[in-house]
């Protein structure tokens, strides 16, 4: 998860933490404006729409549905945004929980790695370690064959240098063979 989204996440928490605490103190003044026009209603006996008023009362009595209706708005706003705000967080919330099992996943991927790549390796180097054992053996073998050879060879020089110097005796040539001809270019 990234610092943005755990940053949104609070934001959007303390957002929805402050609208309700408006919606819970608009409620509370309802309440004590609806408690105290009750408790004037109630307290005063000698409250009786004076004839001589009932517009001025008609006008409070609209003023106050209006003010109510207000805060009912207000009230309904709120709420919409808190309900749009937990979707939301809900969302988010789900995002994170993705985000978190396929990081687990991943951090299991890498280590697990490291013996992947040491089986893999030695799958692939067990053909050449086969290579290397048949080249050594070649080798050992080739290696012996030549001191045998060297001391045949040093054998027989030791033995020729004790009698003389053998050359080789080429026969003579006779006439005919002094008469052989070379080719000529045509």
């Given amino acids: 998860m990234s610092q943005s989204d755990t940053s949104n996440i609070q934001v959007l928490s303390t957002e929805a933490s402050q609208l309700r605490q408006e919606l819970q103190l608009r409620d509370q003044l309802v309440q004590q404006l609806s408690q105290e026009l009750f408790r004037l209603v109630k307290g005063n006996t000698n409250f009786m729409p004076q004839r001589t008023e009932p517009e001025r009362d008609l006008t409070q009595l609209q003023a106050l549905r209006e003010q109510l209706q207000a805060v009912e708005q207000q009230v309904a706003f709120y709420q919409e945004q808190m309900t749009s705000r937990d979707a939301e967080i809900y969302q988010l919330r ?91 270019n045509a």
């Fill in 94 to 184: 789900q995002s994170v929980q993705e985000l978190t099992d396929r990081s687990r996943m991943l951090e299991q991927v890498v280590q697990e790695l490291p013996q992947i790549y040491r089986r893999k390796f030695e799958e692939r180097m067990a053909p050449v370690r086969e290579k290397v054992a048949i080249l050594q053996r070649e080798n050992r073998q080739l290696q012996a064959e030549l001191q045998s050879v060297s001391y045949r060879l040093a054998l027989k020089t030791r033995n020729a240098s004790h009698s003389g110097i053998d050359l080789p005796n080429f026969p003579r040539p006779t006439s005919e063979q002094n008469n052989i001809s070379t080719p000529q």
